[in-house]
């Protein structure tokens, strides 16, 4: 086949109307060679708009996904629509794709967008992809820009078969064969079906039913750690001795925090509510907010389990901190009872998430905001 354009396009599909608006919207690029729909293996579709196939997964999320992409692109790009949902590609969305990733020399490039919610049109800035970004629920928006030599030279590594996590397992691979860029401009359009707060979303990791999804986003973050040589393994260390020293507190709540007094007073309120049988305390660090937080804050002065914390360059947690340091992904509301969910969990695995300080001043090196 002559491929026409420089862009193979692959949509997830699943309502035949939302599908057809993207890909509407999609016609209007020039650069666009061929579009795929990725559909569920019981997909039946009548007839198909011009230039475009119907590919049956067994799963929009697994890694046998990306091996087909990888087999099906023939144009030099592939650009991947995550969501079901209908997108609109602004009118030189493409162009700058193409024009982004051929002066970065990047292999994966994902933008700025919009977000339709609830009728109301919202700028959806994005952050950067760095070399710690490791979480498996990174932002990068609805549409991924791809060189499609990356995709081959993934299926030729013989990646293990993810049924859950073929995206973060790729983009990993990605991140240590190529360059993740973002770029900084608002391409398209997306609608949102997810209305939840962040906070809500941020806590998807801790529901009983997602056990299999999570054990399999370890093991993939575990072989991508071995992958790059930061790797330590639990053999290479003593077990804590919790009983060795005399802590005021078993656990302590961090709540990294800037700029969030609309929010933080809930998250001070709902981490001082969980339903513990042993004491634990707050540390709020505030990393110089120029908003109202550190008022919202010094509402709570009088408690004595909450401590406010504004940090120079680095953080020095003294004794007040506990044996357990739970550090909040957000500053919003935390689940009902939380922290007993997990204190017996970490005690037993002394996992990555576990933190040990001592009496003595133990620095803490990175300052997280939210």
Known sequence: ?????????????????????????L???SDINHIYLLAAQNADIKQLPENTTLLSVESPVSTAMYLKMATMAEAPYVLLCLKTTPITAGARAIDRFLEVANDAGAAWVYADHYSVEKGETKAHPLIDYQEGSLRDDFDFGSLIFLDTKILRQYAASAPKERPY??????????????????????????EESDLRTTG????????????????????????????????????????VDFDKEDFRYEASVIIPVRNRERT??????????????????????????????????????????????VPERRIWVLADAGIMLYVAPIAENLPYNWIPMTFIVMQTLYSASLMRFT????PWSSVLTS
């Open 200 to 239: 809500e979303k941020n806590f998807d990791y801790v529901n009983p039913a997602q056990r299999g999804v999570q054990k399999e986003m370890e093991d993939i973050c575990t072989d991508h750690l071995k992958h790059i040589g930061a790797f330590l393994s639990s053999d290479e260390f003593d077990d």
């Open 264 to 309: 933080v007073g809930d998250a001070i309120e709902s981490a001082l509510n969980q339903q513990c049988t042993f004491d634990f305390n707050v540390i709020v660090i505030n990393n110089h907010s120029t908003d109202g937080t550190a008022t919202e804050i010094d509402k709570f002065k009088d408690n004595p389990r909450v401590i406010h914390l």
């Open 27 to 29: 016609g209007l690029q």
């Open 1 to 25: 086949m002559t491929v026409q354009g420089k862009v193979d396009c692959f949509l997830l599909h699943e309502n035949l109307d939302d599908t057809l608006k993207t890909i509407q919207g």
């Open 165 to 190: 996590g073929g995206l973060y397992d790729f983009r990993l691979f990605v991140s240590r064969e190529g360059l993740i860029f973002h770029l900084n401009e608002m391409l398209y359009t997306e």
């Open 359 to 362: 009496n003595n001043m133990q």
